[in-house]
């Protein structure tokens, strides 16, 4: 069965995309998992780290993105075309294949406030919920994992994703300010799956930009493992390193390890791993 996990905060910045690219390319390059990736998230960052910008411009211009998906739902047409939009093989590791990419739009801004329009003018908090969900629902099945890289706000774009998610991680820089609104993701998610009569379950808290020197990031992660509120702290900190900010350029590598360094190499791997396991263990029925 699929896993579909969507990567969530309330932060920005707090290195949802860069986890959700790392995961998925771990995944499949060193785990052989089958993964689909979907950019919710109109400031494009995850769609351009693995097409650029020249292949998204070309898509963007024929309506080949999610917008189309969001602007169906909106105005009752069916424009959007899954097989056009479903980027193949997009990671740019040399031998990692199985990635496939959903890619989002700057247009996402505008038919946003559109599908909070509607949900305004029919009164239905829930309205067009469901949109990506029943739009992907012929390809969701061909992969191990979905992974839906959200943006930092609980508009009706992120609770598309949370509609067809079935497990959440939050990525969290550790230090006060980053960690400050994750009770808030916590009690908004367990809101909305009452609302859809379904729990989404919590794989965990990733911690990003880890110092090890920072008395402040030690202190915040001992203070989040012994929160009993955090379902898991995963392992696989994922350190503060210039190689994962230089890997988020368009750009080919010949392995990952070439890509991420090689501690952050052992990170990620451990990170992806325990994700493997964790969803495993905690999704009924997933045996991603
Ligand atoms: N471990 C890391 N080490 C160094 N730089 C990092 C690390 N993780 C993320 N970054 C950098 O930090 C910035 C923010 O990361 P990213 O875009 O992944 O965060 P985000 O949570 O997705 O942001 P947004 O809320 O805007 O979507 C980016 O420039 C990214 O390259
Ligand atoms: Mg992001």
């Not at 939009?85 to 559109?114: A, C, F, K």
Request: hydrophobic share 45%; proline share 5%; glycine share 8%.
């Amino acid at each position: 069965m699929t896993a579909v996990i969507a990567t969530i905060s309330l932060k920005g910045g707090v290195g949802k995309t860069t986890v959700t690219a790392g995961v998925a390319e771990f995944l499949a390059g060193e785990f052989g998992r089958s993964v689909l990736l979907v950019d919710l998230d109109s400031q494009i960052n995850l769609t351009t780290m693995f097409l650029g910008d020249a292949r998204w411009l070309a898509l963007n211009s024929a309506g080949h993105t999610l917008a189309t998906l969001f602007a169906d739902a909106v105005d009752g047409t069916a424009e959007f075309s899954l097989e056009n939009t479903r980027q193949r093989g997009v990671s740019t590791v040399r031998g990692v294949g199985g990635i496939d990419l959903i890619p989002s739009s700057l247009d996402l801004i505008e038919v946003t406030e559109e599908v909070s329009a509607m949900r305004v003018r029919t009164d239905d908090t829930l309205a067009g919920v469901s949109a990506l969900r029943d739009a992907l629902a012929p390809i969701t099945n061909d992969y191990d994992i979905v992974l839906i890289d959200c943006p930092p706000n609980m508009g009706p774009i992120t609770l598309n994703g949370l509609a067809m998610a079935d497990a959440y991680i939050i990525p969290t820089i550790p230090d006060v300010l980053s960690t400050y609104g994750i009770p808030q993701v916590q009690t908004y998610i367990g809101r909305f799956g009452d609302e859809i009569g379904r729990r989404l379950v919590e794989l965990g808290v990733v911690i990003t930009k880890y110092k090890a020197n920072s008395a402040v990031h030690r202190d915040t992660v001992t203070r989040l493992r012994r929160d009993p509120s955090i379902q898991n702290v995963l392992p696989g900190y994922l350190g503060e390193a210039n190689a994962i900010a230089a890997a988020a350029a368009f750009a080919e590598y010949p392995t990952l390890r070439a890509k991420y360094g090689r501690t952050q190499f052992d990170q990620f791997r451990e990170l992806a791993g325990t994700i493997l396991i964790e969803a495993t263990a905690k999704i009924p029925a997933a045996t991603p």
